[in-house]
């Protein structure tokens, strides 16, 4: 399928790995101008590389920026100016008991996972109402919805951007934009990766064994029945930055594999 976005540009936080890599990877095989975002300066021109060797022909840009770090910010605002597609992928998450989560680890992640998007969307968002046309797309959980009792920090957050986006889109009745949240289910992504190996490691366990005992301890009725690749979720973000999507706006849509036992 088309999905006619020849031309268009774009810029995704958090995209050196994981789901954010994934997107920026379908973007430019639709022939979408990129620009990558990293915490690190040699990994995210590391992945510029990865993504210029498979895409030589594609126009890529990239711009390292620590999202707990004003000024990093100010300098990431300051050098992009109007893209047509804003992926708010960036975050963080960690397993911890309630009791253990401090106010400062409170204050950090809200600060990485909700701040960001927060001036993201602010800062392209009227560009896009002068074009009359803009993607904003959020990157949520259904750890927004359903809260793991051990990641409550994280949910909170996830829960936070996935009603921040509803807001945002009804900014753009009557318009060509659109603002869409996607609720990921279990996605193997680097980090979660780095975790399991780490757990497999330390019981003597395949890694393909350990993922399998993760997934049905936590997600036995996943109808996947195994975590969801990161460019399955990048699917998805593909669709919604469609022209094709105009229909689909104020939505959270589920790329969960009935990890919600909603309907």
């Known amino acids: 399928m088309d999905l006619k976005l020849k031309g268009k540009s774009a810029f995704i936080s958090g995209s050196t790995q994981g789901i954010g890599f994934a997107i920026a990877q379908q973007l430019l095989a639709e022939g979408v101008s990129v620009t990558i ?26 711009i390292f920026a620590d999202f707990t770090n004003k ?16 992926i708010n992928n960036v975050g963080i998450f960690e397993i911890e008991e309630f009791q253990n989560i401090q106010d400062k680890d409170w204050y950090k992640y809200f600060e990485i996972n909700v701040m960001s998007s927060v001036r993201l969307s602010r800062h392209f968002l009227p560009g896009m109402q002068n074009r009359n046309w803009g993607r904003i797309i959020f990157i949520s959980s259904e750890s927004g919805v359903n809260v793991p009792e051990n990641m409550i920090h994280y ?17 753009t009745k009557g318009t ?17 990766s780095k975790v399991v190996e780490q757990i497999a490691g ?26 969801i690749a990161p460019n399955e979720i990048a699917n998805l973000a593909s669709y919604l930055s ?15 594999s009935g990890a919600l036992k909603i309907i």
């Open 37 to 62: 975002n990293g915490r690190q300066k040699l990994k995210t021109e590391q992945a510029k590389d990865k993504l210029q060797n498979q895409f030589p022909d594609a126009d890529i840009s990239a």
């Open 71 to 86: 000024d990093d910010i100010e300098n990431l605002l300051q050098k992009l100016t109007d893209i047509d597609i804003l």
């Open 155 to 171: 949910g909170m957050t996830k829960a936070a951007i996935s009603a921040i986006a509803n807001g945002i889109s009804k900014l």
């Open 176 to 192: 060509e934009i659109t603002v869409n949240t996607i609720l990921a289910g279990p996605t193997y992504s680097d980090g979660v």
């Open 202 to 227: 330390a019981q003597n366990i395949e890694i393909e064994q350990m993922k399998n005992a993760i997934i049905q301890q936590s997600n036995p009725h996943l109808l996947i029945q195994r975590f």
């Open 242 to 256: 469609s022209p094709l999507s105009i229909a689909t706006n104020g939505a959270s849509l589920r790329a969960d």
